[in-house]
């Protein structure tokens, strides 16, 4: 770590699980508030808004009684605000975006292939931003599931359904 090279290590699943989630309300609140975002004057940011935002941590394999819609489109409204003053490749941007694919992946749940092509397009994208914006001179090494990294999905699926698309198809 402390050498002229060291090894970074980072990923690139929009999956909020673990330690990475503990914080995030609080950081895009902060965000969002040194941007002065319109929705930060809404009569119920503090006491609706942010709260249904950090609920998505708690939520990864739940999907009864949600409100994933209402999370959509508050997170659709900070996206929209935040794109006036941030860059499309900003960290800030990324997460926003990350938020809006986990969503839409709950709001699909039932619905697998749907779900699985918006999270592994979102890991395609964010592995992207990863190699142009966030480390665009360094070597990666890119470890992965197999199902994700692979160029085709081998899974079966009905016929007239949603084909399924891996991260390593879209790379």
Request: one cysteine or more; a positive charge.
């Amino acid at each position: 770590y402390k050498t002229k090279n060291p090894l970074r290590i980072t990923g690139f699943d929009n999956q909020m699980v673990g330690w990475s989630s503990g914080k995030l309300s609080f950081y895009l609140d902060s965000v969002f508030r040194k941007y002065d975002l319109p929705i930060t004057h809404h009569h119920n940011y503090s006491t609706e808004i942010v709260p249904l935002i950090d609920s998505l941590k708690n939520n990864y394999g739940k999907y009864q009684d949600n409100n994933e819609d209402l999370i959509l489109k508050y997170l659709d409204t900070c996206y929209n605000q935040l794109s006036k003053f941030l860059p499309q490749n900003s960290f800030e941007i990324m997460l926003v975006k990350n938020l809006i694919a986990e969503c839409k992946e709950f709001i699909n749940h039932t619905n697998i292939p749907e779900a699985y092509n918006i999270r592994d397009r979102q890991m395609f994208e964010n592995l992207n931003w990863i190699i142009k914006s966030k480390y665009p001179k360094d070597k990666i090494i890119v470890w992965s599931a197999s199902q994700h990294i692979a160029k085709a999905s081998r899974q079966k699926i009905p016929k007239n359904s949603i084909s399924m698309k891996s991260m390593g198809n879209y790379l």
